[in-house]
């Protein structure tokens, strides 16, 4: 009996929490929502996940600018939660969030990044650690400017005067590809960490390539556009180099109607700059939009 005794005194307790643990009710994260939409550019399922701001139920007709980020699945809660300490202190604007994801079941995550955030297809990718299908994001930019966005637009109160575009890692690599190829397009862009070694650093060629096209017209090379740019203290010396470098190329270029700031932001890796990224990057952005 007094074995019986004990064990329920002491295994009761925790055979008791594991059954009631399994009925709490998941956390949801208000004022948001998960919007499927189907691409006919790229024939692909994305998820959308929308996060408003507190007053936009309020019930004016105020519009929003929007912040797109990609790797939606991954970095939208923590993005879309960091807002309500920027506007709480008004360091910016309140601002919609769209996570960029894909819909369905499953879903290899890295697989389909690879594919939708590389301008190219690497050579020898294998020895890089890439897999999969690679060189989608042309045709992931038309969807996002000719489908996503203006679905966006047309179905929130967006403000289409000023958006912005985030990411990091292969999403700061998208985000530099979009500002080059759609110069305008994005007011803002945030880019952590950008891959800017792919493919042979495609996107420092493709930078040159800008400007020189813009000289030979006759006029300075036009970026009307604010960016902010990170790199980790602790990332590999040749992956800062990579980043050192390419902001020194957009220093040297003097884009008319640019603005940049770029930051090394110390005792953080690839993955742990991202939070200093967003606040700092946010801010940075959005600072032109006061005035409006």
Not at 70 to 98: C, R
Not at 147 to 156: A, F, K, L, M
Not at 178 to 199: L, T
């Amino acid at each position: 009996m007094r074995f019986i005794a004990f064990f329920c005194l002491v295994f009761c307790p925790l055979f008791l929490h594991a059954q009631s643990a399994s009925e709490y009710s998941p956390v949801v994260l208000g004022n948001t929502q998960m919007r499927p939409l189907h691409s006919e550019i790229t024939g692909r399922d994305y998820l959308l996940y929308v996060g408003y701001p507190d007053s936009y139920h309020d019930g004016s007709d105020r519009r929003y600018p929007v912040v797109y980020l990609t790797d939606g699945y991954w970095s939208f809660t923590k993005f879309y939660s960091l807002g309500s300490n920027l506007w709480y202190d008004k360091a910016a604007p309140e601002y919609i969030v769209v996570g960029l994801g894909y819909a369905g079941e499953n879903i290899d995550y890295e697989k389909e990044r690879t594919y939708e955030l590389t301008p190219s297809k690497m050579t020898f990718p294998s020895l890089m650690g890439v897999r999969g299908e690679m060189g989608g994001a042309p045709l992931f930019l038309k969807a996002l400017q000719e489908e996503i966005v203006p679905y966006i637009e047309s179905q929130t109160r967006a403000d289409p005067s000023f958006r912005v575009l985030a990411g990091n890692s292969l999403g700061g690599l998208f985000d530099l590809v979009a500002m080059y190829e759609a110069p305008g397009f994005f007011q803002g862009i945030i880019a952590g960490s950008p891959s800017v070694f792919w493919d042979g650093d495609w996107i420092f060629k493709r930078a040159k390539a800008f400007c020189k096209h813009a000289l030979k017209s006759g006029s300075a090379p036009a970026m009307p556009t604010a960016l902010y740019l990170t790199v980790g203290g602790e990332e590999a010396k040749l992956f800062q180099r990579k980043v050192v470098q390419f902001n020194k190329l957009l220093t040297e270029a003097n884009y008319k109607g640019f603005r940049s700031e770029f930051r090394v932001i110390d005792g953080e890796g690839h993955g742990s700059s991202v939070a200093e990224t967003f606040n700092r990057g946010i801010r940075f952005v959005f600072q032109n939009y006061h005035n409006k």
